[in-house]
């Protein structure tokens, strides 16, 4: 038995690509599904998940990883770290205990941002989302932040669901609009980790959607400084293309002129120019802050654009 949980441990999956990182309820999970299916080959009585796991962490095989919660206190139900050879210095990465913790989610935003090397700034804090449903347009790109539902009566935080603390930073889960994070990419994080995360140029999108879970607005500026060097454009126009909204269109050509950044030739090119010629016929009647939730006090006529 112990041989068929090795092997179910041994790979990441597209269930759970990060197979060193696991939450209780889903390591309970797995080896109550390897129990059933190979209950006729048991020749004794296989004791229960929780009794495996008490044994997986006596010989060595799982170790508790130091989580906490809010107060300071372990976090309850406890992650693990599976790996027989693990030693303290290989400790998973935020990247990866959050992928092990939520493994259909999605990283994203400030973590996401060191990830692709766009911000020489250590992340505070690491955000991993789950796709949801389109949302009405109306409240989608509005000037105030959002994305998460709060409880009635209560400040809801802007940089979503605190999960946990790892290694004294804040992790946070939060919900996202699928139609607005098309580009989603499995990237190799070692021999047992997949990191399912944004790419690069949606990541400099984020940065435009929702500036302060990315780090604030020097963050976002030196995103996009550096990425106008690392960047697709024909992979970014195609992202606008399918996201289909004007005042993120707006958002991006403005960003390109404040770095002086000339805009490639190409699919990029053609739509920020049509967009110009759109806001030339029908001029807006408010402009928009660059940065949403964040105020803006020079006007950029070109894309009816509040500038910070």
């Not at 929780?50 to 962490?57: D, E």
């Not at 809010?70 to 210095?89: C, F, K, N, V």
């Not at 004294?168 to 070692?190: F, H, K, N």
């Not at 190409?266 to 001029?283: C, F, H, I, S």
């Amino acid at each position: 038995m112990f041989r068929e949980l090795r092997n179910v441990f041994s790979l990441p999956t597209e269930g759970h690509p990060a197979a060193r990182v696991w939450r209780h309820s889903d390591l309970v999970a797995v080896i109550a599904k390897a129990r059933s299916q190979h209950l006729e080959q048991l020749k004794f009585s296989f004791p229960p998940a929780i009794a495996v796991i008490g044994g997986m962490i006596e010989i060595g095989w799982l170790q508790e990883l130091p989580v906490e919660n809010g107060a300071g206190d372990r976090a309850s139900p406890p992650l693990y770290l599976l790996d027989m050879e693990a030693t303290a210095e290989d400790l998973p990465e935020p990247w990866e205990l959050l992928q092990g913790y939520q493994p259909a989610g999605v990283l994203c935003y400030f973590g996401a941002l060191a990830f692709h090397e766009l911000t020489t700034q250590e992340p505070t804090f690491y955000h991993i989302a789950t796709l949801q449903p389109p949302t009405p347009r109306a409240s989608v790109l509005a000037s105030k932040p959002g994305g998460d539902g709060a409880t009635p009566g209560r400040m809801r935080d802007p940089l979503g669901t605190l999960v946990f603390h790892y290694q004294g930073r804040p992790c946070y889960a939060t919900r996202r609009d699928r139609s607005l994070v098309p580009g989603i990419q499995l990237r190799e994080y070692g021999p047992r980790t997949r990191l399912r995360i944004t790419t690069l140029e949606q990541t400099m999108l984020d940065t435009l959607l929702h500036p302060l879970r990315c780090g604030g607005e020097s963050v976002v500026f030196e995103a996009w400084e550096r990425g106008v060097h690392l960047w697709n454009p024909e992979r970014m126009a195609t992202y606008l293309t399918t996201i289909n909204r004007q005042e993120l269109d707006r958002r991006v050509g403005a960003v390109l002129t404040l770095i002086e950044s000339e805009i490639p030739s190409g699919a990029l090119k053609t739509l920020l120019t049509a967009r110009q010629d759109e806001l030339r016929k029908v001029p807006v009647a408010e402009s928009l802050p660059l940065l949403p939730g964040l105020p803006g006090s020079t006007l950029l006529p070109d894309w009816g654009i509040q500038a910070p």
